[in-house]
């Protein structure tokens, strides 16, 4: 089975569609897992949902998708993701709501926990460092945990002596070799801030026992323009020319 590892697709039509297309060239997958966040910041929230729910997938809560519905508010929010957020409120229909009402905070998958902070707090926690991901390791029972939020492609392990080592998500990790426990995060979508401005996945093919990152180019000015149209915060249409 090929699971493709999607987080933070936030609106980017063109990107998700990328990153779909993808998929397919690489020989397709069985299921989605997404990890949240597929609203907020980006133009086209509705379509972006739609398309999600063409496929099999699953999919946990991200804080975009709550403060859309004002499941949560948006005080901790910058001004500009709060005033994008008060947009994408305004664009979701009844049956969106409903949807991104009923996303769970966390789902287990096999020997992975999907959550879209982390796994001590699915919602607003980010996990940036080896010190935050150590004792986050207590909170999932699986093996493995996939996360998103920060739309960094990252990986934290723990080993048998209890140490914890960040590192970026490179192209191939075995886990079926891999004696340690795993936090990953496949990057994000539809804004990545990692300093590369193309969209960030990831495949776990089950049989390989294998995680795949990849990156995707996609029409970035297409999703500018129509932010633009839309006339959501400047900020936020520049920076994905740069990927941060």
Same mark, same amino acid.
């Given at each position: 089975?090929?699971?493709?590892?999607?987080?933070?697709?936030?609106?980017?039509?063109?990107?998700? #569609?990328?990153?779909?297309?993808?998929?397919?060239?690489?020989?397709?997958?069985?299921?989605?897992?997404?990890?949240?966040?597929?609203?907020?910041?980006?133009?086209?929230?509705?379509?972006?949902?739609?398309?999600?729910? &063409?496929?099999?997938?699953?999919?946990?809560?991200?804080?975009?998708?709550?403060?859309?519905?004002?499941?949560?508010?948006?005080? %901790?929010?910058?001004?500009?993701?709060?005033?994008?957020?008060?947009?994408?409120?305004?664009?979701?229909?009844?049956?969106?709501?409903?949807?991104?009402?009923?996303?769970?905070?966390?789902?287990?998958?096999?020997?992975?926990?999907?959550?879209?902070?982390?796994?001590?707090?699915?919602?607003?926690?980010?996990?940036?460092?080896?010190?935050?991901?150590? %004792?986050?390791?207590?909170?999932?029972?699986? #093996?493995?945990?996939?996360? +998103?939020?920060?739309?960094?492609?990252?990986?934290?392990?723990?080993?048998?002596?209890?140490?914890?080592?960040?590192?970026?998500?490179?192209? #191939?990790?075995?886990?079926?070799?891999? &004696?340690?426990?795993?936090?990953?995060?496949? +990057?994000?979508?539809?804004?990545?801030?990692?300093? %590369?401005?193309?969209?960030?996945?990831?495949?776990?093919? &089950?049989?390989?026992?294998?995680? !795949?990152? !990849?990156?995707?180019? !996609?029409?970035?000015?297409?999703?500018?323009?129509?932010?633009?149209?839309?006339?959501?915060?400047? &900020?936020?249409?520049?920076?994905?020319?740069? +990927? !941060?």
């Amino acid at each position: 089975m090929r699971y493709a590892l999607v987080s933070d697709i936030h609106a980017n039509l063109a990107a998700f #569609k990328a990153v779909l297309e993808d998929l397919e060239a690489k020989g397709g997958f069985d299921e989605i897992w997404c990890l949240g966040d597929i609203v907020g910041y980006g133009p086209e929230p509705h379509a972006c949902i739609e398309l999600l729910l &063409s496929q099999n997938y699953i999919c946990v809560a991200g804080n975009h998708d709550w403060a859309a519905i004002g499941k949560i508010d948006t005080l %901790d929010f910058n001004p500009d993701a709060a005033r994008a957020c008060q947009w994408t409120a305004q664009q979701l229909g009844v049956g969106d709501m409903d949807w991104l009402r009923g996303l769970p905070l966390q789902l287990e998958r096999a020997d992975f926990t999907l959550v879209h902070g982390s796994p001590r707090e699915p919602i607003w926690e980010y996990l940036l460092s080896a010190v935050d991901a150590r %004792d986050n390791f207590a909170c999932f029972d699986t #093996k493995f945990c996939l996360v +998103g939020h920060s739309h960094v492609p990252l990986v934290f392990r723990r080993d048998k002596a209890g140490q914890c080592i960040l590192g970026r998500l490179s192209d #191939k990790v075995n886990v079926a070799s891999d &004696s340690d426990r795993l936090i990953i995060n496949p +990057g994000g979508v539809g804004q990545p801030r990692d300093g %590369d401005p193309r969209a960030s996945y990831a495949v776990y093919d &089950s049989s390989a026992q294998t995680i !795949y990152h !990849y990156r995707v180019d !996609y029409d970035i000015a297409v999703t500018q323009s129509r932010m633009m149209e839309c006339q959501l915060p400047l &900020s936020l249409i520049l920076r994905l020319s740069y +990927g !941060y």
